[in-house]
């Protein structure tokens, strides 16, 4: 278990703010997968990155809270991140680790999730025996023979 949440949850809501352009900016993904919102085509990874992190962090700061005997008040994501690496130590120091582990399996993946949907993420897994792992480029759609694609 981490010592301190601080960096990662700064980390995360720096990414954050990036999601907003990169809904319309990133329309169409290198899968062809599009959605509908508002009318207009939107990257389906980034919208489901918003709507995971709207709902998930602020559950997920409302548990600890609870776990750990605070009161509770709904705040938007940006707050919770400020009060996480609080509420983890607080956690800690009372003696429950599965709680404090919850929080902080929560940022890797909710950090993971943004970078994924913004293109920043890297493979988890190695490109071979030793080697350190590829990055995920988005790819262009390969026109294999199509004379009017080119």
């Not at 169409?28 to 207009?40: F, K, V």
């Not at 983890?88 to 919850?102: F, I, N, Q, V």
């Not at 970078?115 to 759609?141: E, N």
Request: charged residues 15%; contains cysteine; neutral net charge.
């Amino acid at each position: 278990m981490s010592e301190d949440l601080g960096p990662a949850c700064a980390e995360l809501a720096a990414l954050i703010p990036a999601l907003i352009p990169a809904l319309s900016r990133d329309g169409i993904p290198p899968d062809r997968r599009t959605a509908l919102s508002a009318g207009s085509a939107v990257n389906p990874d980034v919208l489901h990155a918003m709507t995971v992190l709207a709902a998930e962090i602020p559950a997920a700061c409302a548990a600890a809270c609870e776990v750990a005997g605070e009161p509770w008040q709904h705040h938007p994501s940006a707050i919770c991140l400020r009060a996480i690496p609080r509420l983890h130590h607080r956690l800690t120091a009372l003696g429950m680790p599965a709680a404090a582990s919850d929080l902080e399996a929560g940022i890797h993946h909710w950090t993971r999730m943004v970078k994924r949907a913004l293109a920043l993420r890297t493979a988890d897994l190695p490109a071979g025996p030793g080697l350190p792992p590829r990055p995920v480029t988005p790819t262009a759609p390969v026109s294999a023979g199509c004379p009017n694609c080119s």
